[in-house]
Structures are given as structure tokens and as C-alpha cells.
């Protein structure tokens, strides 16, 4: 947890509602998600028991497994859950939307991607073990199943593998989107309880967010957002339905009253948290888009495409588990994407910009000076490097030759010259010193600390001539935030072939070859 936000949660303690963290949106909301709220049967490994789920609000569809230890409604369950969210997907095929590439070549994307909302991670993790569970089944022979659930199982599989990559949503988990621009007064597991964190953010009138937030651990009125449900409905209520539903002695009418209440039980226990995930999407609605939304959301509607190709070209269900090269490439590169992540979100939030000023990552202040006309003759031609320099009461943690951005000039680039008056070094705080037996001096020299001035030398973004385009250099009295943080393009880690892979590893996999075994693997 960051100061800010340590800050913003105490604040909400104090103010009694939640306290926004950001000042932009920075997932995607889709004009038409899917919403998909499970409920998995409690004791079974991920033994789906229902789910609400759709597109339109007013219009959700419910699905009851009456038997959850049944195998064949288990797998009709899936069939179902495959002919609602196969139908969403089919509707964002690409039509023929075709864009240049780099290098000339061209690659499809579509207009639009599909996004799946579930309450919280729970959800997401509920997605990976069913689409795990589904995607190796054979529509033929032993095991048979409906076709369409393998093809269920490789989405869910892809959109839950795809929610690992930084700022992707094409699977959005409603607490973690909140949680990522609004500080609650609650802790973080707190804030897994979707209907306490609407609590907190949108109190109803007359409440405050942590009198909502009580109000909304009542099981009763707030049922658990899934896929666990209430141990007491459970034992109560849902127990001795599935039993009568499952008895073999029964009439077929007294089955059908059993089945019926079945699923007005489950649907009592989903319709609250279908409402709750709608709340928090016209919450989010609300706020306007950062800069660098649209761009994440093209990388994902590119997924999106490229994961369709591969099932129209016929290509295999993902392997149970990567091989050696392939976890590690995977690695490399969500370790890129969240670097990227984090800087985008910097660079278009000058609130969370602000965590990084704190660390002396960032810094901000007014320009004092600016020579604008300024050439650097060192080389075989002259160019125009202008110099500004840039007062700061904040941190500064940069070192000479370190290359900066400032969120308003994202393509110029700015080279630390010389940094003067930098706060105390606190690593001399040696116990035994003199400024470690007087605290109260060290803490109000950090206080006092005079303003520090940074000298940058500026490159790009000015134009071509040797005299700087109007606009282009910043003057004198303009504010400006300047950060190590940086969008740019990364180099790929370097890995060996799949054939190559050395044998501390392994050696070479075997390639994958589908088999029998496949469709016996076991449901969790």
C-alpha cells in the first residue's frame, strides 16, 4: 500500500465515504459486457452450482445445476454457459477490419473486443478451473459432450490467462476495477466484499460509507458475491433442496415444486450481486478514460483476433502447463507489461503520479529559467538542446545523465544536467551519530529542507531547425512534473528455441499430441 492511499483510507475513515485515487478511468468499460456471477457448490472443487449471467440488464439469465455431484448436469450446465457466452463472442468476429502493421504487412482487428465482468477475483479464478476443466472434453466417443463446451472451455481459458497481462480487460473483476481508483476505509480482503466497497464508495442517503459497509456483511440481505456461498444457506436452505430434488422416491410433481424452489433460492442469493456488479459499472462510466486506455484496449482486441485465428486455423486447446521456454517467456513478458502498466498509469493520473513524487521517482515545480536557443556543438553538427531549469520542493532522487518525460510533453525527452540542494542523506542515520541522538533536528531540516533546482537539458519535440518551435520549450513560470517513468519500448528477454531447450530444464517437450486421457481428466 502506497502513502497516498494509506492517507486516502484514513481520510475516508474520518470522512465517512471512500476517497477517489485517481483522477481518470483507467480500465475499459465495454458499451456491452457480459456480466457472469457464479456460484460454485461448497466442499466440491469448483462444482458449478449456478450462475446469473448476460448482456442486458434487466434481462439475466439464471442457470441451476440441481444436482452439482451429477456429472451429465454438470456438463449440461457447461453446454448452456457455452450457448450465452459463444452467442456474446460470435458478435465481435472482426468483419473484414483490416490495418497496416509495422514493416507493411497487414493484421486484422476488429472494432470492438467482448469483456467479461465477474464480482471479484474469486470469479476470475472460477473461470480459469471451468475453462480448465472443459476444454480438453471430446465431443465423441467415451466422455462425450457437447461440442460446444471445448470451445467454452479455450475462451474461458484464454480470457482468464489474458487477465494476468497488466491493464488488460477483457476479464474484469468489479471489486479489483473499484479498489484500483477508490480507497475504502477497510482493508484490502475487506474490500473483496463487493457489496461493503459499493458501501464505502456510493453509501446510500443517510448512511455513511462504513455504516453501508456493516449493513453489508448481513448474508441475509447481501449474499455472497460467489462463487462461495453462505455456510448457513447452505445447511439451511440449500441442502435439503438439493436433497428433495434428488430424490428417486419422489413424484414428479413434488421433484418439480423442489426444482422450482431451488432456483428461487439461488436466484435470491444472485440477483443482489447482479445489481451490485451494474452499480459498479455505472460508476466506473462516470469517470473519463485515461490516455492510454484506448491503446491497452487495441493490444486486447488484437488478443482477441489472434486467439480466433488460432481456433479457426484449428490450432490446440493451451497446454495443462507451459513448457521451460515458453514460462519463460511468458514471464518476461508480463514483467514488461507491468512496468509499462505502471508507467502509463503515472503518466496519464498526476494522482498516482503523486505516489512517485513522494519516493523522489517524480518531481514538479515552476521553471525559473530557460535558455530555448541553446545548441549543443560537441558533435559533427550542431543541434538545439535548450536547457530549462526546474525548482522542486519535493524529493529528488535523480542522478546526472538520467533520462526524464513530463506527462504534458510526452515526446520530448529531458537530460538531468546537475541537481542542487538535495535533502539530507537519511542512510547517515547511523545509530551512535549525532543526528541519530537528535531526531528532532533530522526531522525538521526534511522539513525545512530548501527547494532543490534540476537543470534539464531538453531533445525532441521542437521540430527540425535549429530554432525551437513556438510553444515547444517550456517557459518561464510554467508548472511542470517530470518522472524516470517511462512508456518506451522494451527489448525482449532472449530464450532459447523450443527445440533448444537445455536439459536443467528438461530438455526439448514432447509436442503435444491430444489423447484419450484428456477427456478422463478429472473436473477440478
Given at each position: 500500500?502506497?502513502?497516498?492511499?494509506a492517507?486516502?483510507?484514513?481520510?475516508?475513515?474520518?470522512?465517512?465515504?471512500?476517497?477517489?485515487?485517481?483522477?481518470?478511468?483507467?480500465?475499459?468499460?465495454?458499451?456491452?459486457?457480459?456480466?457472469?456471477?457464479?456460484?460454485?457448490?461448497?466442499?466440491?472443487?469448483?462444482?458449478p452450482?449456478?450462475?446469473?449471467?448476460?448482456a442486458?440488464?434487466?434481462?439475466?439469465?439464471?442457470?441451476?445445476?440441481?444436482?452439482?455431484?451429477?456429472?451429465?448436469?454438470?456438463?449440461?450446465?457447461?453446454?448452456?454457459l457455452?450457448?450465452?457466452?459463444?452467442?456474446?463472442?460470435?458478435?465481435?468476429?472482426?468483419?473484414?477490419?483490416?490495418t497496416?502493421?509495422?514493416?507493411?504487412?497487414?493484421?486484422?482487428?476488429?472494432?470492438?473486443?467482448?469483456?467479461?465482468?465477474?464480482?471479484?477475483?474469486?470469479?476470475?479464478?472460477?473461470?480459469?478451473?471451468?475453462?480448465?476443466?472443459?476444454?480438453?472434453?471430446?465431443?465423441?466417443?467415451?466422455?462425450?459432450v457437447?461440442?460446444a463446451?471445448?470451445?467454452?472451455?479455450?475462451?474461458?481459458?484464454?480470457?482468464?490467462?489474458?487477465?494476468?497481462?497488466?491493464?488488460?480487460?477483457?476479464?474484469?473483476?468489479?471489486?479489483?476495477?473499484?479498489?484500483?481508483?477508490?480507497?475504502?476505509?477497510?482493508?484490502?480482503?475487506?474490500?473483496?466484499?463487493?457489496?461493503?466497497?459499493?458501501?464505502?464508495?456510493?453509501?446510500p442517503?443517510?448512511?455513511?460509507?462504513?455504516?453501508?459497509?456493516?449493513?453489508?456483511?448481513?448474508?441475509?440481505?447481501?449474499?455472497?458475491?460467489?462463487?462461495?456461498?453462505?455456510?448457513?444457506?447452505?445447511?439451511e436452505?440449500?441442502?435439503?433442496?438439493?436433497?428433495?430434488?434428488?430424490?428417486?422416491?419422489?413424484d414428479?410433481?413434488?421433484?418439480?415444486?423442489?426444482?422450482?424452489?431451488?432456483?428461487?433460492?439461488?436466484?435470491?442469493?444472485?440477483?443482489?450481486?447482479?445489481r451490485?456488479?451494474?452499480?459498479a459499472?455505472?460508476?466506473?462510466?462516470?469517470?473519463?478514460?485515461?490516455?492510454?486506455?484506448?491503446?491497452?484496449?487495441?493490444?486486447?482486441?488484437?488478443?482477441?483476433?489472434?486467439?480466433l485465428?488460432?481456433?479457426?486455423?484449428?490450432?490446440?486447446?493451451?497446454?495443462?502447463?507451459?513448457?521451460?521456454v515458453?514460462?519463460?517467456?511468458?514471464l518476461?513478458?508480463?514483467?514488461?507489461a507491468q512496468?509499462?502498466?505502471a508507467?502509463?498509469?503515472?503518466?496519464?493520473?498526476?494522482?498516482?503520479?503523486?505516489?512517485?513524487?513522494?519516493t523522489?521517482?517524480?518531481?514538479?515545480?515552476?521553471?525559473?529559467?530557460?535558455?530555448?536557443?541553446?545548441?549543443d556543438?560537441?558533435?559533427?553538427?550542431?543541434?538545439?538542446?535548450?536547457?530549462?531549469?526546474?525548482?522542486?520542493?519535493?524529493?529528488?532522487?535523480?542522478?546526472?545523465?538520467?533520462?526524464?518525460?513530463?506527462?504534458?510533453?510526452?515526446?520530448?525527452?529531458a537530460?538531468?544536467?546537475?541537481?542542487?540542494?538535495?535533502?539530507p542523506?537519511?542512510a547517515?542515520?547511523?545509530?551512535?551519530?549525532?543526528?541519530?541522538s537528535r531526531?528532532d533536528?533530522v526531522?525538521?531540516?526534511?522539513?525545512?529542507?530548501?527547494?532543490?533546482?534540476?537543470?534539464?537539458?531538453?531533445?525532441?519535440?521542437?521540430?527540425?531547425?535549429?530554432?525551437?518551435?513556438?510553444?515547444?520549450?517550456?517557459?518561464?513560470?510554467?508548472?511542470l512534473?517530470?518522472?524516470?517513468?517511462?512508456?518506451?519500448?522494451?527489448?525482449?528477454?532472449?530464450?532459447?528455441?523450443?527445440?533448444?531447450?537445455?536439459?536443467?530444464?528438461?530438455?526439448?517437450?514432447?509436442e503435444?499430441?491430444p489423447?484419450?486421457?484428456?477427456?478422463?481428466?478429472?473436473?477440478?
Amino acid at each position: 500500500m502506497s502513502t497516498l492511499t494509506a492517507l486516502a483510507r484514513a481520510r475516508a475513515v474520518d470522512r465517512g465515504v471512500a476517497q477517489p485515487v485517481c483522477t481518470v478511468r483507467h480500465v475499459h468499460i465495454s458499451d456491452r459486457p457480459l456480466v457472469l456471477i457464479p456460484l460454485a457448490l461448497a466442499g466440491e472443487a469448483n462444482a458449478p452450482l449456478a450462475a446469473m449471467v448476460g448482456a442486458e440488464r434487466q434481462s439475466p439469465r439464471l442457470l441451476v445445476v440441481n444436482q452439482p455431484r451429477n456429472r451429465d448436469q454438470r456438463f449440461a450446465f457447461a453446454a448452456q454457459l457455452a450457448e450465452i457466452v459463444l452467442a456474446y463472442l460470435d458478435g465481435y468476429r472482426p468483419a473484414a477490419a483490416v490495418t497496416s502493421a509495422p514493416g507493411g504487412s497487414a493484421a486484422e482487428r476488429g472494432a470492438d473486443a467482448p469483456q467479461i465482468i465477474v464480482p471479484n477475483p474469486a470469479g476470475i479464478g472460477f473461470v480459469r478451473l471451468f475453462g480448465r476443466s472443459t476444454r480438453f472434453r471430446r465431443s465423441s466417443g467415451e466422455y462425450a459432450v457437447d461440442p460446444a463446451v471445448p470451445v467454452l472451455g479455450r475462451w474461458l481459458t484464454f480470457v482468464a490467462e489474458r487477465s494476468e497481462y497488466p491493464g488488460s480487460c477483457l476479464l474484469l473483476a468489479a471489486t479489483q476495477a473499484l479498489a484500483l481508483h477508490w480507497a475504502s476505509g477497510q482493508s484490502p480482503v475487506e474490500d473483496l466484499n463487493l457489496a461493503a466497497l459499493l458501501g464505502w464508495i456510493d453509501p446510500p442517503p443517510g448512511m455513511t460509507g462504513q455504516e453501508a459497509a456493516v449493513a453489508a456483511e448481513d448474508p441475509v440481505i447481501w449474499p455472497p458475491a460467489g462463487p462461495a456461498t453462505d455456510p448457513t444457506f447452505d445447511n439451511e436452505v440449500l441442502a435439503p433442496l438439493i436433497a428433495a430434488c434428488g430424490r428417486s422416491d419422489a413424484d414428479p410433481g413434488a421433484r418439480r415444486r423442489a426444482e422450482f424452489s431451488l432456483q428461487t433460492a439461488l436466484s435470491g442469493q444472485l440477483a443482489p450481486t447482479w445489481r451490485l456488479v451494474w452499480q459498479a459499472v455505472d460508476l466506473l462510466c462516470v469517470l473519463p478514460p485515461g490516455g492510454r486506455v484506448a491503446a491497452r484496449w487495441d493490444a486486447d482486441k488484437e488478443a482477441f483476433v489472434s486467439y480466433l485465428e488460432h481456433l479457426r486455423d484449428g490450432g490446440p486447446p493451451q497446454p495443462r502447463r507451459d513448457s521451460a521456454v515458453a514460462a519463460a517467456r511468458r514471464l518476461n513478458w508480463l514483467e514488461r507489461a507491468q512496468a509499462s502498466y505502471a508507467a502509463q498509469r503515472a503518466l496519464d493520473d498526476p494522482l498516482v503520479l503523486a505516489d512517485y513524487r513522494l519516493t523522489g521517482e517524480a518531481f514538479g515545480g515552476p521553471v525559473t529559467a530557460a535558455e530555448p536557443d541553446r545548441l549543443d556543438a560537441t558533435g559533427k553538427r550542431r543541434k538545439l538542446r535548450p536547457l530549462i531549469t526546474v525548482v522542486t520542493d519535493d524529493p529528488v532522487q535523480v542522478e546526472p545523465g538520467a533520462a526524464l518525460v513530463s506527462p504534458t510533453r510526452p515526446g520530448q525527452t529531458a537530460r538531468v544536467v546537475s541537481v542542487s540542494a538535495q535533502p539530507p542523506d537519511l542512510a547517515t542515520l547511523a545509530p551512535g551519530s549525532a543526528a541519530w541522538s537528535r531526531p528532532d533536528a533530522v526531522l525538521g531540516a526534511e522539513v525545512n529542507r530548501p527547494p532543490a533546482e534540476v537543470v534539464l537539458e531538453l531533445s525532441g519535440g521542437m521540430g527540425r531547425a535549429l530554432t525551437a518551435a513556438p510553444g515547444s520549450v517550456p517557459e518561464v513560470g510554467e508548472r511542470l512534473c517530470y518522472t524516470t517513468l517511462t512508456d518506451s519500448y522494451q527489448m525482449h528477454g532472449t530464450f532459447p528455441a523450443r527445440e533448444d531447450t537445455p536439459w536443467t530444464h528438461g530438455g526439448p517437450p514432447p509436442e503435444y499430441v491430444p489423447a484419450d486421457a484428456d477427456a478422463a481428466e478429472e473436473w477440478s
